[in-house]
């Protein structure tokens, strides 16, 4: 009876992992793809959660399948038992030595390009049973990602939901100008932002930090900024500043490694005036993180540490 009990529990949970499938993928035919099954047995089970329910949990629409109240409040069930049991499996693995888990990441632009890359790198090299999920997001997403155990840890350039994550990293990013290595600022030592207003500008669309750094500094020192060019491609910003007049920007963090290579140069800019641009590195306040996470987000504070001390 014991065994009977288990296994009918263990198909309930992976029907809740089905549904929480579903909801990401906002139709059945996709969600089965990525399950391997058809769309029809797929649907089978949704309906009969609902039975047991007694009440729909999707909006069905052409375009697919939609929550409904019911299901938003099944989806935070899903997700708060999907994250407990992920946490104790990255538990009970650390326990017998095999340092595995699943690590959930949401950042933004600014970490994604060379900081996370090599520190995920580095990670799997030494614990080559963990597996990793990056989700970029525009600014402010990312901190919401973590409300509902979507993502276990969160990167993010100048937070704007500071008060419901629990900081294990908190540093102020300087801001380089980033240009030809021709160019008549290229020899500077350093730049304010009224030295840059009279260049061809290419800057990061609203609402990336980096411009609200910006348009904060140019609005105290009483300069307009006017950009050429406005995208949210951190490369394509960096790029065309080469062999050209226009200048970019880029934070510490997202500096090209190699940017000599590229014909490039980056001086610091000046930003004293204007309240401080923080990068920092959390989690959820009042969640306890699996083992795997909480040890990845130590490596990320060390590292982070180091670098921009």
Known sequence: MEIRGSQTAMRHQ????????IARAGSLRSAAEELGITPSALNRRVQGIEHELGVEIFERHPSGLRPNVAGEILLKHIRDQI????????????LSGMRAGHINIATTREAVQFFLPALIKQHLE????????????E????????????????IVFRPMRLKELHLVYSGVQKVYC???DQHPLAGRDRLKIYDCAEFPLVLPKRPEGIRQVL???????????????ESNSLDLLRLMSRDSMALSFSLAINLRPDLESERLAAVPLDTSETAAGVLV??????????????????????ELSMQFS
């Open 14 to 21: 992976l029907i809740l992992k089905y549904i929480d499938k």
């Open 139 to 154: 600014r402010g997403e990312a901190e919401v990602s973590l409300l509902d155990n979507t993502n276990d840890i969160a």
């Open 178 to 180: 980033i240009m030809s």
């Open 281 to 302: 590195a959390g989690y959820l306040r009042g969640r306890v993180l699996p083992v795997a996470a909480a040890r990845f987000l130590e490596l990320v504070n060390k």
């Open 215 to 229: 348009d904060i500094d140019a609005e105290k020192t009483g300069v307009t900024l006017a950009p050429a060019l």
């Open 83 to 94: 994250a407990d049991m992920d946490r104790v499996k990255s538990s009970i693995a650390d």
């Open 126 to 137: 030494e614990f080559p049973s963990v597996t990793f999920s990056v989700e970029l997001h």
